[in-house]
Each structure stands twice: as C-alpha cells, then as structure tokens.
C-alpha cells in the first residue's frame, strides 16, 4: 500500500529513529511488531546503537502508523518526543557545540549519519535565517509524515537547547494543510506564523538566532565527538551519487550566496576539482551545465513560488541587476520573471 509511494526513496537512516517510531506506536495501543514486519522490519534490526535500515521502510512505518489511527498529525507527535541522542555521534556532536551555528555545521557535515536521504542546510536572506532539513538531495521534498517528524524535532530542540522560547518568525511547509495540523499540535512552534504549500520546508528565525549560545554546550567533548562522526562517515557514506553530491553542494552554495566556482565545490566534496570535473564528465554533464540547472531551479522557487522583489531574486542568484535575470529567465523559461510570477500567482488561486 505504501511501496508505490516511496519506491523513489534511498539512501538509508539511523535505526534509532524509527525505534522511536515504534515506541509511539505501542504508546497509541498499535502492534509496533507486526507494523515492522509489514514494511520489511523486525525489532531486533532496530536495536544495535549503529543500526541502520532503508529510508524507504521508515517512511513506509511512519505512514503505516498515520493509516492506522487515521491521523495525519502523527509525524508532529513523534518529532516532539525525539532527543539529540537518537541520531548518535552526530546528534551529540550537534548538541555539544558551543552556538546554534556551531551545532548546524555539524549537522550539515555530518547529516548522512543520521539520514543520507535528506538535505540538511541552512541559509540567511536579509536578516533571517532559513533551517531545512525535509528535502532530498534532488530538490524534492521529503514525505509529508517525515517532513513533520524531522522539522517538528528540530523545533523542539532548537528551543530547548538555546533557551529562546519564540525563536521563530514563521514555520513553512512544503505540504498542503491537513485535518492533523491541530491548535495543540501547532503550539509545538511556540507561536511562529505557519505557511503551508511554501517553496520548502522551513523554519524562519532572525539571522541572530545563529549566534544564541547552547545550554547543553560541552566544548570538551566536541573534538573527540567530530572525530568519531568523521571515522562513523567514512565508514557509512553519504548515500549519493556525484552528480547528486555536487548538485546538493551547489544548492547550499547559492541558498548562502557564496560563489559558484569549480574550485570552491572540490573542496567541499573533498576531491581535487580534476577529479570533481572526471566525475561529472561521466555523469554527462559539465560543471557549467550543472550550476545552470541549479540557478533555474532555485530562480524558479523565488519567483513562482517565492514574494521577495525581483531585484533582491537577481542578487540571491547572482546577477549584477534585474535584466541580467530577465536575460536568464528567458533562456529558461521562454518567459520574463514577472510573467512567470504572474503565471504562479493565478494558479494558486485556483488552489
């Protein structure tokens, strides 16, 4: 019933996550054992500290879960009782760093320990910043129930470990709104304006937010942690291919607006850009070519689907001025920004 919706997912995830899962389960009076079988588990899999199980079975538990109770909030429920700990070497590390952004390089570094299916990033615009982790590394978003589990536990954890109990100006879904997003439930995000059917997902804080100090910081533990999670990384991998592993890299380049260039995203795959340019080659592609899809996917975000001034698009991708953009968008959509803004804005009123 589930495979058919999740056959395009791969890469795998911590166990410890969907024991968590499983718990809430058996916490809601259903067979947690019989749900594992059904998607190809057992609860022995799930107990090894470094047990870890296809993305798809998780996801596929998560819904089986969602069908029983016929309650589409339950991502929600199990986000908000999910601990650091869970994702092991690299949740600790996150959670020992000295500073939120200390604590989101990590777990941008290291988040193939945790989940090598989805894309953990962050990036500021203006004065705020954008926290996502509910996106596979192609661009797409991740399922609805694991979108909330992921996104609602990152809430959770940013409030508790920082102290700050209104971090966030806005919440913003990739999905649509549904019957189990309740008043109850909605509360988990201490009072953020909540968008649904945004361009990702997202949790929207003020850039300073990036700079507030971690009560749980243990500065002691955190070289021995990072040497652990980079020992635990070689030996798990990241999951993607290199046309996926670039394409991600490229896409955190220009949601924190640093340069596009050859040079730069060797170094941040950890390859000389021969090897990086080899590698694409046999992917087809080149790297110019590559960066172009890039642009357009992330200038058709911010102009569709985004409300930021066509000027302030041109410098988030950048473009000198707005006609340099207006030239880009004819290219690749045989249309200028404002008609295509104006195309996305007709058809989500007939939403």
Not at 34 to 39: G, N, S
Not at 41 to 54: N, Y
Not at 280 to 295: M, N, S
Not at 297 to 303: F, P, T
């Amino acid at each position: 019933m589930t495979g058919r919706r999740t056959k395009t997912l791969s890469g795998t995830i911590a166990a410890s996550w969907t024991r968590r899962a499983a718990r809430y389960a058996v916490s809601r009076g259903l067979d947690a054992e019989a749900m594992l079988r059904a998607v190809g588990l057992r609860s022995e899999m799930l107990e090894h500290p470094e047990a870890r199980i296809a993305f798809r079975e998780h996801v596929e538990l998560l819904q089986a879960i969602e069908e029983s109770l016929a309650d589409t909030g339950v991502g929600i429920d199990i986000g908000a009782t999910g601990r650091p700990e869970d994702f092991g070497a690299m949740g600790l590390l996150a959670e020992t760093s000295a500073t939120l952004r200390d604590a989101l390089d990590m777990v941008q570094r290291f988040n193939p320990l945790a989940n090598q299916a989805s894309l953990a990033t962050y990036w500021v615009e203006g004065e705020r910043v954008y926290i996502s982790d509910a996106h596979l590394p192609d661009g797409r978003p991740t399922p609805r129930v694991a979108a909330e589990a992921t996104m609602t536990f990152y809430a959770r954890t940013i409030v508790l470990t920082t102290g700050v109990l209104h971090p966030f100006f806005e919440i913003c879904w990739a999905h649509a709104r549904h019957p189990g997003w309740t008043t109850e439930r909605a509360a988990l995000f201490a009072g953020a304006r909540v968008r649904f059917s945004a361009p990702r997902n997202a949790l929207v804080a003020p850039a300073q937010l990036l700079d507030a100090p971690l009560h749980s910081a243990r500065p002691a533990l955190v070289p021995h942690l990072r040497s652990l999670a980079q020992r635990l990384l070689e030996t798990v991998g990241d999951g993607a291919d290199d046309l996926q592993k670039t394409a991600a890299c490229l896409r955190a380049s220009v949601q924190r607006q640093e340069p596009l260039c050859v040079d730069g995203a060797a170094r941040a795959l950890g390859c000389s850009t021969r090897t990086l340019q080899r590698r694409l080659g046999l992917a087809k592609i080149t790297f110019r070519q590559l960066v172009d899809e890039v642009l357009r996917e992330r200038a058709e975000e911010l102009i569709v689907r985004g409300s930021l001034k066509l000027s302030e698009v041109a410098d988030l991708l950048g473009y000198s001025d707005v006609r340099a953009l207006r030239r880009a968008c004819q290219r690749w959509f045989g249309a200028p920004p404002a008609e295509l803004r104006a195309q996305g804005s007709r058809a989500r009123a007939k939403v």
